[in-house]
């Protein structure tokens, strides 16, 4: 099956506190409103993704799962693919535990949201010399 594997950092700012969403980005948190975001300085973006990988996520049957290691803690979010994810967002990879597609989707109907994560996971993420592997892949299709 398709994955691809990268490197994230941590940041001071990760609160991991959104109820619906968990978001990995290229980019540096701006404020705490950016709730969602649990990783940053990805090495690749949503748009970056291996086009066997985004390919296999387009079908609704498939499970994706992204799984996130830092500080030797581990935490796995599993979702569907959506034939309408387009895979847009050149730095913004978003999990969502509803139906919502946009060009930042990387999966729906997730089974967790930043606030479901381990907070251990989450303290490590916290700090700013974390470095985070992030494994994200199409691991078989849901009935």
Do not use: W
Not at 7 to 24: K, M, Q
Not at 31 to 59: H, N, W
Not at 82 to 100: I, P, Q, W
Not at 131 to 138: D, Q, T, W
């Amino acid at each position: 099956m398709p994955s691809v594997e990268f490197l994230a950092y941590g940041d001071s700012r990760v609160t991991a506190l959104h109820p619906t969403t968990v978001e990995v980005t290229k980019e540096e948190i701006r404020s705490r409103v950016a709730d969602c975001i649990v990783a940053t300085m990805c090495e690749l973006g949503l748009s970056e993704l291996p086009e066997d990988l985004k390919e296999a996520a387009r079908d609704e049957n498939a499970e994706v799962a992204i799984t996130i290691e830092a500080g030797g803690f581990s935490e796995r979010i599993s979702g569907r693919g959506h034939r309408l994810l387009g895979f847009e967002s050149g730095t913004e990879m978003v999990t969502r535990k509803s139906g919502y597609v946009c060009g930042r989707t990387l999966m729906v109907s997730a089974d967790k949201a930043a606030i479901d994560l381990d907070r251990r996971l989450i303290a490590e993420l916290q700090k700013p010399d974390t470095v985070a592997r992030i494994r994200i892949e199409v691991v078989g299709r849901k009935p």
